[in-house]
């Protein structure tokens, strides 16, 4: 996502528009894929449902809120503007997962949650 949004925003090649634009999409499902998973695995048993209603429910908020800075970036510096601001959010979400997240490869749930 963070190299063919970039990229997209640049095409002007109708064919290479629709091409970028399903790399996003895939690229975006497939991070939704891995990380919901993730999360599940999280939280202990008796919780679980709540919590991760809970996260996803977060997430749709920060989605609406998020619409205003991509308007705000978007009259401001354009879409190049746009898709840099989703990288780098994206990359943020890596950096982290990967950083503060729990290990879960591996390991069972009750080790997990502990």
Known sequence: MGICGPLFALMSNPVL???FGVLITAFST????????????????KIR??????VYS?????TAITSFLIAFFLNHYGTG????LIS??????????????????GRSLEEISH
């Open 30 to 45: 497939l991070l939704s894929l891995s990380y919901h998973p993730y999360q599940a695995e999280l939280f202990p048993t």
């Open 88 to 105: 780098f959010s994206m990359l943020m979400v890596m950096i982290s997962i990967g950083v503060f997240g729990p290990r879960t490869r």
């Open 17 to 19: 528009v629709v091409i």
């Open 49 to 54: 449902a709540r919590a991760v209603g809970f």
């Open 58 to 62: 977060f997430s749709r908020l920060s």
């Open 81 to 84: 503007g746009v898709f840099a």
